[in-house]
């Protein structure tokens, strides 16, 4: 139930998250129009041009009121960026609300008021990036799930349903993707593509991660067609259609669930095990296993809160993953549920 | 009483009627598939050769023990499974011979109700989507029409129409093999298999669904295969009744008659392992030797012959004939013998 | 039972034809040349020229169609020759033979060491089903499980090699290995081997013994078990002697699958730990493109899941008696 | 009247569940007499195998034996089995109660072998060799019937049919000799023929052994064949108890009435409509209030709703004292049934 | 297609041409001497020469101050290097049974030592292969006093005379004769075998001869200054190879460790691959006929220690337990100040004329104009990489050649580059390439077509790489810009590069021996050359260079291509990147050349340990 909760306020939080933290207004009023420059975290294209050609240099707070001094924003709660170095002459010219700082760099970046879980040794706020990367760690436990469900149920489906020689030849393809170190598949894959967005990397995790779903499937598949309720099903005429989607997937899904949601967790795990190789998330995306990566490149320099802070982000996401599918096991598990005390 | 030789079709003992289900020789072997290259290794004959009508109106019951091949013979008949060999017509149509949208509309004249309330229903569709569904699949009427016929029918089924957006698990046993009648009934069928609707259901709850059957079948002039191995029950319901063994009908007649006057040593030793509701008398009964052998490897000649106790040397090698006797079908070559001698008349 | 286990055999090898073809077909079009990545480790002090790239790609059959050096490599392996690597000067065989061993001496211990510990812990868990000590157990080791095991390993680096300083932080062996004794050799191997197979473990003990926990609470919502106990038997001999016996069968097959699974856990924790195995080796080949290496890596790595998997049913057959293959 | 094997009084057992309290048997009272056969039935869920787990005590963690007694009487001894220690239990299952059940095909371990299992419970329970264990397996085997029961011994439970591991059971149950053999609906799942078998090895046995029997069942059929008295539960509760021939010739609870009239009978006329007993059973979560049988029943009153009836004689001439029902209005309801019968 | 497209671009590639050798007839020696006037080269002892160098110097601090003192600052460093990488005053000051542990970052592949092609490798040949050439920490080329009688050259610069000493022996205990190195360079050219480094340099040698077991002459095809790097090559034992290659002609398998023979003055222990290899002092090399020949080396034992992960080797540094290690820019900012590193260890650094750049592809519509390349040299930030990237450790890189090279001596230093996004945004708007509101970046019309710019930066996947190009991404972005990046593996990258199919890389290079190596990086249509620059001057300037002989000239041709490339800003030059080293308290006598503290005469010979 906690388990639920956090992650829906991760889901929260990746949604809002540059109006957490951010150095774009969530809104201002420039020129006598009102824009969102907060958007163009999620889409560079959504943040007003005029910006760029007002020579903001991406500094919003000094040039709004340089440029025009009626203005007016509402800035995000915290004022960091995910991916640059925040400077202190950035609010120049703003009445100072806020007293500002440089980021510090290096080793010196410790947790502090200005930058809650600390910096990279690039300046980076962690903070910052820690917010912006749940977009990526919800976005990478759901995309490529929602990949691989979708191949794992359909294979899985029509192994289960058909039997014959269907369930021959896609149950030994199950068996050949099983049977390849994913990481390989993984690393050729990832090579493959050009410029390897963490779209594709989202896609590749999917594409790699099906079978244990297929393989489900295809056991409730096989089981829940001999149900009667299927046999009633075509007794009234139903086609396969029909009775693939109405009668079985309807009931599969529930267990199929539970390896889905185990599958997220893990998803974010080879996520982030891909950022420890090296071949995560490409930059300049603030994931946590890229964070992970960095704070293990210099866990030798102290910075604890480069592992610690990503590090417990993954830990509780999987964590909580981990107990919805396991909630799931025994929702779906009568016997289990039976018991449940 | 005369002895007949086996005669091709029944049409000796039926009514002069056209029967509304004629079934001749049908067969259902399974293969037994094995290993990774899913060869075949085997057959189980769960079905091997049987013959038999059902006069309109008419209710014929099938008894036999477990795994006699009762369910596979009705799921045969609406092609749930796919005979191995035989005829089924239902009303003069070769039902085997249907395809697509012919064996559609036979299903809207052929329904089965199943075994156990519980696994029939789709536990995630509620009671609506459930009666409603072969509605939608033959485009019978609109939404609202279609509505007015569910609740028709729950009413008919005595089920209270407030209950239509409720899902199965919100009801009993009782209820639920209504629902699943219901859903039957939903399409008009003339003809409905009823797969041991009762036996899992409490005893108390069995008389009322046994009486909503007979009550259904004077309302709707439905014709019911009765399958259940509840010997009373059977005796209660059914105008002619059928015993099974092994994936053979050993024993067809009127349920007077067979109930009564049993020529089959099987149907005999089968009557008389109910237990009496008389307590006190020590109940005189033919236990029967043995179990009963797997439908993979059935004996040779008379599939009852190893626990048989009438056997004699020929029924270890030869497969008895259907012997009709006024209307009474019988497979047994010691009562056949018997009743042929005329010694044995009297 | 021999039959099964030919026919068994006969689809492994299509199966391992089907994946040999598939990764080949995929590192050859990975981007990427070893040709070209052995030119340019260099730095710019040598001139390099098209001709030498050319020539360079003859050399490892680059310049051939891939299903041909595909079909080549496989008329190769048929004949008991993995051929050379490209990087090490050596049979990819002997590459590989050499740290083999080392990968195993990790992942077969902590195997073993994950089933020793689990099933006393799994059983202990189900029989103290629902307590205090049972439901922070288990969430203690749900949280293990849910704890990356490169985060793991580091931390017990940090902990046990740097403040500590109780044990080696990485490698197999310490300088002075050569000089010690037999009895001192395998005390240095133990202690470096410590670390790597405790990280190795710790996720996989988590796992099974809440595997064996759920099974065992199956197992004991059986009728024969309330038989047993009808029978008069006491509650740990029906737990540990009729449940387990039956809980055994799940657990043995998952020693099948998960084997392959260790090794491919291998790849990360062999580089925290600067361990010279297959999982090293593995990943430096991709990187240098090493076609034969990796092949030769697929191969196992296939013939393992395979033979798990084969293992994972004879061993089924064997524990549970309703099964026979015959 | 001789001593009892077995004395259960007020024996109530509830399941602590997340819904709320299942109270799976209510204030029940019975006694099992020496060598003789107590019958148990009921509809499904009115808790007759909860009895007869209460009697055994393998009532699982949220079931609890909350009060009553349960009184065994072994060798002249009084053993209040409620408050024995788990030890002493311990002995006592096998040896003095045995236990068989429903389900032939999922009671028997799958992964030892027939014989093992017998001689389990032997050396359990006597100091015997493992030797002369099996031996008394083999022999027990014998003695149900089995066939080559040296051989099959050694073979696993999936290497035998239904009735057959019934019959497994049996011999498991009987091979340290109980004074009492609980059978929990031994022959619902299996087929007529077998269970014909089954019923006739147990009485065999019966005799030969000199045991008692509590035999669960809801098939009335079962219970003329072998029960001597008759016990009969409702949501929980006994609503009527009598020696066997005087239950099927005098049923005087509604439900009772019910259940007999309801059976479809060989020579009942099949035109006319089987009577029913309306409604469904009620959920052990949520028992109507009075006599928990009122909604169901044809005869209820005002007073049925609000107070619940005690187990009692009714206050009938013919009626034997060893007949006892629960229900307030027995006599007037046996009553209107005769004028009935005498109007057709 | 399977074959990936790398060759395609390339004009020549349609017919391969095998280097293969054209058997020549060498004159008589006699005649050879008579035909030419000979000029003698010089052989060096490198470690005399050292020691020479050190002589007028001072130490500014004692050794103990030094080993006390944290490296913080130019003149911390200064003085620690000038104290600790000082020569031993005389032998007894050394510890000769010393053993050192040293760390490598990968795996030895091959060790043999023409097969070499990693750093890890070159590590090893330097201690353990035979050579009759090197070359000093101002990169000027030698015969090796240890290994040559004499060197002398023809006056038309296309025949080299070398004459062996007679005291050279292989560890198995054969002399090491000319034939050895005639065989070498024989097997270095068979095509058959996978040296494609080492063959670069040897093919432009005619011939190599041997008139007896100790005169060896080279003979070139063309009259190069360059020459003098091309004889410099590895050679190995004939009498052990011969037989080895009737088996094995590709060399396509290691000899044992136990089979190796060398000529170094290490040889090979033990190996346990992946883990550690052992070197040890081999008493033939440095004795002969139980007379001392040749200096000592200081190491009885060298451990070479298999270590990829740069944190087991800091904890191993910080345990005492390796003697030297590379240090990262963050390993030394942040994780060498505290006491548990000096308890050990201190630290060194020097420059070196390694320097990275963001490379623009001139094939693209972007890059092709001179004023964006400009325009991104001004948008960059380069203070905020110097001071946050940098670690502000490292030099600002501004142009080819480094300012203090040999090349550059006469030019002016050019001052560093600053960040200037007006003129940038200018420079951009001159160029035509506009700012478009409908697309949010600059965009230009070419032929009819809006193209945006918008273009992806190649780069190493390592994360101190990355976080460059972010930083450009963020200053181009604030410009209308839109950067993508791409992270690469270095086998993937250098798929990219070779095929050209990029816009824009970030990489370095490292500086050879010879500035006439960087050809093959900024001629027209050179293999390294990915960015497709082509400028006739420069190749000119290239092709004189070679051949000019006198060094104040050539230095002068030099500086001419660097000023054309910075003029053409080819790079948008960054920063050079130091050597940063820790050694151990134990360690004397490191000194830094361009190309790090080893890869030079002396080198590591150069290192001792002190006695207790
Ligand atoms: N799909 C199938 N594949 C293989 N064998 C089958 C299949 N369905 C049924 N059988 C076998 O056919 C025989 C007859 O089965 P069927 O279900 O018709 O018996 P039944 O008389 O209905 O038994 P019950 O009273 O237990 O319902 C059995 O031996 C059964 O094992
Ligand atoms: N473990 C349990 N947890 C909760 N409730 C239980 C448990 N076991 C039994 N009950 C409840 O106790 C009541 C009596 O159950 P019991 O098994 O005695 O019924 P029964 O008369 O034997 O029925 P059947 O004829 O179906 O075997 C039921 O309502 C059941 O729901
Ligand atoms: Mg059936
Ligand atoms: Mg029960």
New interface residues.
């Given amino acids: 139930m906690v388990a639920l909760v956090t992650i829906v306020l991760l889901f929260l939080v990746a949604l809002c998250s540059p109006a957490i933290v951010g150095t774009k207004p969530i809104v201002c009023n420039y020129k006598g129009n009102l824009y969102f420059p907060c958007l163009g975290y999620f889409n560079?294209?959504w943040?007003n041009?005029?910006f760029?050609?007002d020579?903001?240099?991406?500094?919003y707070p000094r040039s709004l009121k340089q440029k025009d001094a009626e203005s007016w924003a509402v800035w995000p709660l915290v004022y960091q960026d995910p991916?640059?170095?925040v400077k202190a002459d950035e609010w120049h010219g703003v009445p100072s609300s806020r007293e500002m700082l440089d980021n510090p760099?290096?080793?010196h970046g410790k947790p502090s008021a200005h930058n809650f879980f600390g910096t990279t040794?690039?300046?980076v706020d962690v903070f910052a990036g820690m917010v912006h990367g749940t977009r990526i760690a919800v976005l990478v436990g759901f995309v490529s799930m929602g990949i691989a469900s979708f191949i794992g149920i359909t294979i899985g489906a029509l192994a289960g349903y058909f039997r014959?020689w269907i369930d021959?030849v896609l149950s030994?393809l199950i068996?050949?993707v099983?049977?390849?170190?994913?990481?390989?598949?993984i690393?050729?894959?990832i090579?493959?593509i050009?410029?390897?967005t963490v779209w594709h990397l989202m896609a590749i995790i999917g594409v790699t991660s099906w079978t244990s779903i297929a393989r489900l499937t295809r056991a409730e598949f096989l089981k829940l067609r001999e149900?009667?309720?299927v046999?009633?099903?075509?007794?009234?005429?139903?086609?396969h259609v029909?009775i693939i989607f109405?009668?079985v997937l309807?009931?599969a899904l529930a267990p199929v669930l539970v390896p889905i949601s185990f599958g997220v967790?893990a998803a974010i795990?080879i996520e982030?095990?891909l950022s420890?190789?090296?071949?995560g998330a490409?930059?300049?995306n603030p994931s946590w296993g890229n964070l992970?990566?960095?704070g293990?490149?210099?866990?030798?320099?102290?910075?604890w809160w480069l592992?610690l802070f990503p590090?417990l982000g993954?830990?509780l996401t999987?964590?909580c993953y981990?107990?919805v599918g396991?909630g799931l096991q025994e929702a779906t598990d009568p016997?289990?549920r039976q018991?449940?005390? | 009483m005369t002895v007949q030789a086996p005669a091709p079709t029944p049409t000796a003992a039926a009514p002069a009627t056209r029967p509304l289900l004629q079934v001749t020789n049908l067969k259902k072997h399974f293969p037994i598939r094995r290993g990774v290259f899913q060869r075949v290794v085997g057959h189980v004959r769960a079905v091997d050769d049987v013959s038999f009508h059902i006069n309109p109106g008419e209710t014929l019951g099938l008894v036999g023990e477990s795994g006699c091949g009762k369910t596979t013979v009705g799921r045969t008949l609406l092609r749930l499974i796919e005979p191995t060999a035989g005829e089924i017509a239902f009303e003069g149509r070769d039902v085997r011979a249907l395809s697509g949208g012919q064996l559609r509309q036979l299903r809207r004249d052929m329904q089965i109700v199943f075994q156990d309330p519980y696994g029939s229903l789709n536990p995630r569709m509620t009671i609506r989507a459930i009666v409603e569904e072969g509605l939608i699949i033959h485009g019978l009427g609109n939404r609202k029409e279609r509505l007015e016929k569910v609740i028709d029918t729950l009413e008919d089924v005595g089920l209270d129409p407030t209950y239509i957006n409720r899902y199965p698990h919100e009801f009993s046993g009782g209820q639920r093999q209504r629902i699943c009648v219901a859903r039957a009934l939903a399409l008009n069928p003339k003809f409905m298999v009823l797969d041991e609707p009762i036996s899992a259901l409490d005893v108390s709850i069995q008389s009322q669904i046994i009486n909503l059957f007979t009550e259904l079948r004077r309302k709707h002039n439905l014709t019911y295969l009765f399958i259940s191995h509840d010997l009373s029950v059977v005796e209660y319901i059914s105008d002619r009744v059928a015993v099974m063994y092994l994936g053979e009908l050993v024993e067809t007649g009127t349920s007077r008659e067979l109930y009564h006057h049993a020529i089959h040593p099987y149907t005999k030793a089968l009557l008389s392992s109910v237990p009496k509701m008389t307590p006190g008398k020590k109940p005189e009964r033919i236990v029967l030797p043995g179990d009963v052998p797997s439908p993979s490897r059935p004996p040779p000649g008379c599939r009852f012959h190893p626990r048989c106790p009438l056997a004699i040397d020929i029924c270890k090698v030869e497969s008895p004939r259907e012997t009709i006797v006024d209307g009474h079908m019988f497979r047994c070559h010691v009562m056949e013998q018997q009743l042929k001698s005329p010694a044995s008349k009297k | 039972m021999l039959q099964y286990l030919v026919r068994r055999m006969l689809w492994g090898l299509l199966t391992l034809l089907l994946i040999t073809f598939v990764i080949y077909g995929l590192i050859r079009f990975m981007p990427g040349d070893p040709a070209l990545l052995k030119l340019y480790q260099e730095s710019s002090d040598k001139k390099i020229t098209a001709e030498q790239i050319e020539q360079q790609r003859k050399m490892y059959g680059l310049d051939q169609p891939f299903y041909i050096a595909y079909v080549k490599w496989l008329g190769d392996v048929l004949t008991g020759n993995l051929q050379t690597s490209f990087a090490y000067k050596a049979p990819v065989s002997s590459v590989i033979g050499e740290r083999i061993g080392r990968t195993l001496m990790l992942t077969i211990n902590s195997l073993i060491l994950e089933y020793l510990l689990a099933i006393p812990l799994g059983l202990y868990f189900t029989a103290r089903s629902s307590r205090l000590d049972e439901r922070s157990g288990s969430m203690l080791l749900f949280m293990l499980y849910s704890l990356p095991s490169f985060c793991g390993a580091l931390f017990l680096q940090l902990w046990f090699a740097v403040y500590l300083e109780w044990l080696p932080l990485h490698g197999m062996q310490s300088d002075n290995y050569e000089q010690l004794s037999t009895l001192g050799k395998t005390w240095d191997l133990f202690k470096h081997a410590l670390l790597p197979v405790a990280a190795f473990t710790y996720g996989g003990l988590a796992y099974y013994s809440r595997f064996l926990k759920a099974t065992m609470n199956e197992t004991v919502r059986q009728d024969y078990i309330r038989t047993a106990r009808a029978k008069g038997i006491g509650p740990l001999k029906v737990l540990c002697w009729h449940a387990f016996r039956n809980s055994l069968i799940p657990l043995v097959t998952q020693i099948g699958l998960t084997l392959p699974a260790l090794l491919s856990g291998a790849i990360i924790l062999e580089r925290i730990f600067s361990w010279p195995g297959i999982g090293t080796l593995f990943f430096q080949s991709i990187l240098e493109r090493d076609y034969p290496i990796i092949m030769g890596l697929v191969l196992m790595f296939s013939i393992l899941t395979l033979l798990g998997q084969l293992l994972a049913d004879v061993l089924y057959a064997f524990v549970d008696p309703r099964v026979s293959y015959k | 009247m001789t001593e009892p094997l077995v004395e259960i009084k007020n024996l109530r057992t509830h399941f602590f569940t997340d819904e709320g309290v299942v109270k799976a048997v209510e204030d029940v009272s019975l006694t099992i007499p020496r060598g003789k056969t107590l019958g148990l039935v009921g509809e499904s869920g009115c808790g007759k195998s909860v009895t007869a787990l209460s009697i055994i005590r393998l009532i699982s963690p949220p079931g609890k034996i909350v009060s009553g007694s349960i009184a065994f009487y072994d060798d002249g001894r009084k053993i209040e089995l409620t408050t024995l220690p788990e030890a002493e239990m311990r002995k006592m299952r096998g040896s003095r109660i045995a236990m068989i059940f429903q389900e032939p095909m999922t009671s028997l371990n799958p992964v030892f072998t027939v014989g093992s299992q017998i001689a389990e419970a032997v050396r359990l329970h006597h100091r015997v060799s493992s030797r002369e264990a099996w031996d008394r397996a083999v022999e027990m085997l014998h003695k149900v019937r089995i066939p080559d029961a040296q051989r099959r011994a050694s073979e696993y439970p999936h290497h035998f049919s239904g009735g057959m591991r019934q019959r497994v059971m049996i011999a498991m149950a009987l091979s340290c000799n109980p004074k009492l053999l609980i059978a929990d609906e031994p022959s619902t799942a299996l087929d007529v023929t077998i269970q014909a078998q089954v019923l006739d090895l147990l009485r065999d046995l019966q005799t030969e052994f000199g045991m008692s029997i509590l035999i669960i069942t809801h098939d009335l059929g079962v219970i003329a064949e072998m029960a001597d008295d008759v016990c009969v539960m409702y949501a929980s509760k006994v609503v009527e108890y009598a020696p066997v021939v005087e239950l099927f010739t005098n049923p005087l609870h509604p439900y009772t009435r019910g259940l007999f009239a309801s059976r479809p009978e060989p020579g009942k006329p099949k035109d006319q409509k089987l009577r029913t007993i309306p409604g469904v059973v009620p959920s052990p979560l949520r028992f109507p209030s009075g006599c928990k049988f009122h909604p169901r029943c044809a005869y209820a009153q005002e007073r049925c709703k609000k107070e619940e009836p005690v187990l009692r004689r009714p206050n009938l001439s013919q009626i034997p004292p060893s007949h006892v029902v629960h229900c307030h209005f027995a006599e007037q309801i046996e009553e209107q049934e005769e004028a009935a019968v005498k109007s057709v | 297609s399977s074959q990936p497209p790398t060759t395609t671009t390339t004009t020549q590639a349609t017919e391969v041409k095998q280097p293969t050798l054209q058997t020549f007839d060498p004159p008589p020696l006699e005649k050879l001497l008579a035909d030419h006037q000979w000029i003698e080269r010089p052989v060096v002892d490198s470690l005399k020469l050292r020691r020479e160098f050190e002589k007028d110097k001072k130490p500014l601090v004692s050794v103990a101050e030094a080993l006390a003192m944290k490296n913080d600052s130019d003149k911390a460093n200064e003085k620690i290097v000038g104290t600790l990488g000082l020569l031993p005053k005389d032998d007894s000051a050394v510890d000769f049974d010393a053993s050192i542990v040293r760390r490598l970052q990968q795996e030895p592949k091959s060790l043999n030592p023409i097969l070499t092609s990693s750093m890890s490798e070159t590590e090893i040949n330097n201690l353990t292969a035979f050579g009759l050439f090197s070359f000093d920490w101002q990169l000027n080329p030698f015969a090796s006093w240890d290994t040559v009688k004499s060197w002398k050259a023809s006056d038309d610069n296309l025949v080299d005379i070398v004459v062996m000493r007679d005291d050279l022996t292989w560890s198995d205990g054969k002399p090491i004769t000319a034939h050895d190195v005639v065989y070498s360079f024989q097997t270095i050219m068979d095509p058959n075998i996978d040296v494609p480094a080492q063959r670069s340099g040897t093919d432009k040698i005619r011939w190599v001869h041997a008139y007896d077991n100790h005169t060896v002459a080279f003979f070139h095809k063309e009259p190069l200054v360059t020459n003098v790097w091309n004889v410099n090559f590895a050679v190995i034992p004939k009498h052990v190879y011969e037989p080895h290659r009737r088996s094995d002609p590709k060399l396509e398998r290691d000899l044992d460790i136990d089979k190796q023979v060398v000529g170094g003055a290490y040889g090979f222990a033990s190996r346990t691959r992946g883990q550690e290899l052992v070197l040890q002092r081999r008493e033939s090399y440095y004795r002969h006929n139980g007379k001392q020949v040749r200096d000592k080396p200081y190491f009885q034992e060298i451990r070479f220690k298999i270590m990829p992960d740069p944190n087991t080797s800091m904890l191993e540094l910080q345990r005492g337990g390796i003697a030297e290690a590379e240090l990262s820019p963050g390993q030394w900012q942040e994780q060498t100040n505290d006491a548990g590193f000096y308890q050990h260890n201190t630290k060194v650094r020097g420059s070196e004329w390694t320097f990275f750049y963001f490379g623009w592809n001139f094939n693209t519509p972007y890059f092709s104009d001179l004023k964006v390349r400009q325009a991104m040299s001004y948008a960059f930030h380069h203070d905020e990489m110097l001071k946050v990237h940098c670690y502000g450790l490292f030099e600002p890189c501004t142009g080819i050649f480094h300012p203090e090279s040999w090349m550059m001596a006469s030019q002016p230093k050019r001052p560093p580059q600053k960040q200037d996004l007006d003129k940038a945004e200018d420079l951009l708007d001159a160029a035509g390439w506009e700012f478009d509101p409908s697309l949010g970046v600059r965009a230009k019309t070419i032929g009819g077509k809006k193209v945006p710019f918008k273009f992806t930066m190649l780069v190493r996947n390592s994360a101190d790489r990355v976080a460059i190009c972010e930083l450009l991404k963020q200053n181009l972005q604030s410009i209308g810009v839109e950067v993508s990046i791409a992270a690469l593996e270095t086998a993937t990258l250098q798929q990219r590069l070779q095929s050209k199919q990029f816009e824009a890389n970030f990489g370095g290079w490292g500086t050879g021996a010879d500035p006439d190596t960087s050809e093959n990086i900024w001629g027209s249509n050179q293999e390294r050359n990915w960015g497709g620059y082509s400028n006739p001057k420069v190749d000119q300037l290239f092709a004189d260079g070679r051949k000019e002989n006198d060094r104040q000239k050539r230095g002068a041709i030099y500086a001419e291509i660097d000023r054309l490339t910075y003029d053409d800003q080819v790079y948008t030059f960054l920063y050079y990147q130091p050597s940063l080293y820790a050694f151990s308290k134990d360690m004397r006598g490191y000194m830094f050349s361009p190309r790090g503290p080893f890869h030079y005469g002396p080198g590591f010979s150069a290192i001792w340990q002190a006695a207790q």
């Fill in positions: 560079p294209k943040e041009p005029i760029i050609k020579k903001f240099r991406g500094v991916y640059r170095r760099v290096q080793n040794p690039y300046g014959g021959v030994r068996e050949v099983m049977c390849i170190p994913t990481l390989v598949l690393l050729a894959l090579s493959v050009a410029e390897p149900m009667d309720y046999a009633a099903a075509r007794a009234l005429g139903a086609s029909r109405i009668h309807r009931n967790a795990l982030s095990a420890f190789l090296g071949f490409p930059p300049p992970l990566h960095l293990q490149d210099h866990i030798l320099g102290k910075m592992v590090g993954i830990f999987v964590l981990n107990l396991e016997r289990l018991a449940g005390k």
